[in-house]
């Protein structure tokens, strides 16, 4: 099978290392080879933070490059906007609608753009946004976005529910793993 | 799962694996992004004996003095830690071990978290010291193992060179055992004591190992031969043949460089014969290009390949003249998202104090270098670890007092530790009425929350002992010492203002522990009366991350806030509650 790419994109401190390495399990559990490139340090003070999932029958760059993205999963949407150039053609994008103001935004030095999602549409790539902050609550932790995400993103995915849990036992702390379960179930259904 | 099968793994926990397998007793390391994890890594497996040393060199000759008594030994840092070590490393090339020692160095390519894009390849090539790269996790175990055969095969230190990618992409392993070789410690003057009348003797043995090395590299399976045609042959190494191999497939034919020093003569020229057309494709600095040339092939690199940055596989097929497709775009123009300081760091009341005080501040490397950047924008200079000490001492120098009332240098709790006394021994001695700053979060911050001398805990959590930092700096000589809480504006201002005014040098400790340390208890999050809220945006002014303007009024982040208080002290109308 021809590698197949997954960017996980969003804010540095929402948990997107997290979201990668079940997507790493999970994938492992599939018989792929996988590659997950992660980043640490400086940038993941507030800053703008991508990691990404590679899988198919042998990978080899651990980056994923400009229109290589079959999937974006994005934890804010000014993300989604800023790694839309890393989109495949007909790859999808599974975004938060959460908004949160880049320090530049803050100290009035740039403006944060409107009506993204609809302007990612409107540019021809195919977006699923949710408003996961609302989902994730329902579930009972402001924290599970990362979570609920996966759940939406797993609708895309023809791999069995069961793999998907086994990776979130496997990934998650035993004390949050029914509020985990529960916000990728909402998650799932959630559109 | 975790110790056996195939398994996901990280670079740097690839690494602390085959640290494992090879039998390593004894680690000592400073943390540095991308290097840091290794170290944590390895202090999980209770087998291994695992410390933070203040800095990289104390690591690297503990670990030297651990080889010495006989057991194998390592020590990782990242590339500029290597400039701060290199004074043991020339030198044990000299020396060479008893037991097997091993140093890791992880360049940062792309500087995602440095203060530069050094090649670490010359310090292997400078201290004659064998240096083998792996290129994906797979590898970063089975070399690492095999390092500690080279290391006691040739008597010799051995470098692992890791890069950002490498170090922090995981990828498909298994795991194998733990052997535990051990070796008796003999005394050896000759060999050991670096004099000159020894050191003239070892020269040779150096000049001669690495010939035995460049043979071994000659005929080792760590260099291999990919065959794919005759047109094309690429020579290349690390995470850039992966980037070759994702472009090419199995179309050309790729010679993937496992020793990265010394290099291959042979190997290369037999290589070479078998393709038309030549290229090197190789990260940062031109160096298999360069040795490829003196062999007087004909060979393509950095004339078609940048020498600044990292690569992907879309630079090399665009460098190989192949079309990329892009993505989408939206027409609005995308603010940029920098790194900030979290909401309640303790770093913020500082700087914004600083700021007030127009004070001209001299920075160092950690979390705090954020104090550079908007709205804050308080640092003026950043160098390396410990440099903001010992140049304000120099900037005070030819400054005098005009400089000494306004100038302040600002260094961490740890980088302190690493090289922030050296430069302070030098104000006490030499004399400038200078005043630094010393951030005490109580922890490595940026590297993220590793122990250090000052925090009374060992890596792995443990009490250990716990440097004071008021007796250390006075036991210097330096007769002012005050500790502020950066919480409270007013009493930092009042501190900074009577420091800078006083005529003999002096060290302000701000002292607060990160905001992000566990056992650190907030207060809730502040809430925003938008009956008071006149939205003078005087608040923001301290670059708080959880605080924004909607419809004119602030808006407190609830998720972000840990009520630290700094932006009430700067509201006039109450409008900030807790």
Sequence with gaps: METKNIMIVGVGGQGSLLASKILGHLLLSQGYDVKVSEVHGMSQRGGSVVTYVRYGDKVYSPVIDKGEADFIVSFEILEAARWLEFLKKDGQIVTNTQQIDPMPVITGAAEYPADLAKKIKDAGAKIDAIDCLSVAKEAGSAKAVNIVLLGRLSHYFDIPEEAWMASLEANVPAKFLEMNKKAFELGKHSA | MENTGKQLMLGNKAIARGLYEAGVCFISSYPGTPSTEVTEEAAKYDEIYCEWAPNEKVAMEAAFGASLAGRRSFCAQKHVGLNVAADPLYTMSYTGVNAGMVVLVADDPGMHSSQNEQDSRYHAIASKVPMIEPADSEEALEYTKLAFDISEKFDTPVLIKMCTRVAHSQSVVEPGERKVPEFDYEKNIAKYVMMPGNAKKRHPFVEERTEKLREYAETSDINKVFLGGTKIGIITSSTSYQYVREVFGDSVSVLKLGMVNPLPVR????????????????????????????????????????????????????????????????????????????????????????????????????????????????????????????????????????????????????????????????????????????????????????????????????????????????????????????????????????????????????????????????????????????????????????????????????????????????????????
């Design chain 2, 267 to 578: 190997l290369i020229k037999d290589f070479a014969a078998k393709v038309e057309e030549l290229y090197v494709v190789e990260e940062l600095d031109p160096i298999i290009e360069n040795h490829v040339k003196s062999l007087g092939l004909e060979v393509q690199g950095k004339e078609m390949l940048p020498i600044c940055d990292e690569f992907s596989q879309n630079l090399i097929a665009k460098a190989f003249g192949k079309e990329v497709t892009e993505g989408y775009k939206v027409e609005d123009a995308i603010p940029g998202r920098p790194p900030v300081m979290c909401a309640g760091c303790p770093h913020r009341g500082l700087f914004f104090t600083l700021k007030q005080n127009k004070c001209t501040v001299l920075g160092d490397i950690g979390c705090y270098t954020l104090g550079a950047v908007p709205p804050l924008s308080t640092i003026e200079m950043t160098l390396c670890m410990g440099a903001s000490i010992s140049a304000l001492h120099g900037f005070n120098k030819v400054g005098g007092e005009e400089t000494e009332k306004k100038t302040v240098a600002v260094i961490g709790d740890s980088t302190f530790m690493h090289s922030g006394m050296t430069g302070l021994a030098n104000i006490a001695y030499n004399q400038t009425n200078s005043t630094v700053i010393i951030l005490d979060n109580s922890i490595t911050g940026m590297t993220g929350h590793q122990q250090n001398p000052t925090t009374g805990y060992n890596i792995k959590g443990d009490p250990a002992g716990k440097i004071d930092l008021e007796a250390l700096v006075k036991a210097m000589g330096i007769e002012r010492v005050r500790v502020v809480d950066p919480y409270n504006l007013e009493e930092c201002d009042r501190v900074i203002k009577e420091e800078l005014a006083v005529s003999e040098p002096s060290v302000i400790i701000s002292r607060r522990p990160c905001a992000l340390l566990k056992y650190v208890k907030h207060n809730g999050p502040l809430k925003c009366n938008r009956e008071k809220c006149v939205g003078c945006k005087s608040c923001m002014r301290i670059g708080c991350p959880a605080i924004s303007m909607k419809d004119g009024k602030v808006v407190i982040d609830e998720t972000l806030c840990v009520g630290c208080g700094v932006c009430t002290q700067l509201c006039k109308f109450g409008a900030l509650e807790g």
